[in-house]
């Protein structure tokens, strides 16, 4: 059973355009946050959000953190191809923040 | 350094033999992770250290597999009698006291087992 259900696996898209990854759980978290991770290289943090509703911005990127604390999704505006990699959503459970729950990823190819 | 460095990048092996991965983890970065990532696939969780101590051991999928940190900074991961299916890469993160929500992770090692 996956608790961290992402959206969709695979997105393959041309320049330009818009996309939103969704990030899917039953299980209600104190945290979630995303990473972007490109091929050879480990994964690196984009933002955390810890309060339900909550809404963050990183230049084209909007990241946003359901009410309830149990989703969130990944806009992305205007994309390039320079935003091509893997998209990964991790969360810490409350009441057990001890480790991360990862998603599968969403693999993002922008086509120039 | 300034970032985690992990040696080797690349590890060929064949089935049966034994590895061993490094981790260099953050300098003053007490909290050490490793996970395993498949390709296109989110990082799995093997094992956490706070310190010199495993804390959390319980993402290691079999006894063949074990990992240590004996001074509470550089840590070695170890597998005996591999097998292809432990053909993955391997990521090691590290991050201040026990704070999952800022782990920094390191390039990885390609293990390949023949």
């Known amino acids: 059973t996956q608790l961290l259900e992402q959206s969709p696996q695979f997105l393959s898209i041309q320049e330009g355009e818009n996309l939103t990854v969704y990030c899917n759980s039953s299980?209600?978290?104190?945290?979630l946050q995303w990473y972007r991770q490109e091929p050879g290289e480990g994964p690196v943090l984009l933002v955390t959000?810890?309060?339900g509703g909550e809404v963050k911005k990183l230049k084209r990127l909007t990241f946003q953190f359901g009410d309830a604390r149990k989703d969130s999704s990944l806009h992305i505006t205007a994309a390039q191809p320079g935003d091509t990699g893997l998209y990964l959503c991790a969360g810490a459970l409350a009441g057990n923040n001890r480790k991360l729950i990862w998603g599968l990823g969403t693999s993002l190819a922008v086509n120039p | 350094g300034a970032g985690v460095s992990q040696t080797p990048s690349n590890k060929v092996t064949e089935k049966g033999k034994y590895v061993e991965l490094r981790c260099d983890p953050i300098?003053?970065?007490?909290?050490l992770y490793w996970y395993r990532q498949s390709l296109g696939q989110g990082p799995e969780f093997l094992i956490y250290f706070q310190g010199t101590g495993a804390a959390d051991d319980s993402g290691l999928p079999n006894d063949r597999f074990f990992a240590v940190r004996p001074e509470g900074s550089v840590s070695t991961l170890k597998i005996q009698r591999t097998e292809r299916g432990d053909s993955a890469v391997y990521l090691c993160a590290s991050s201040r006291a026990y704070n999952p929500n800022e782990q920094f992770f390191g390039p990885g090692t390609r293990l390949t087992v023949l």
């Open positions: 959000v810890v309060t």
């Open positions: 299980s209600v978290f104190s945290s």
């Open positions: 300098s003053g970065h007490t909290a």
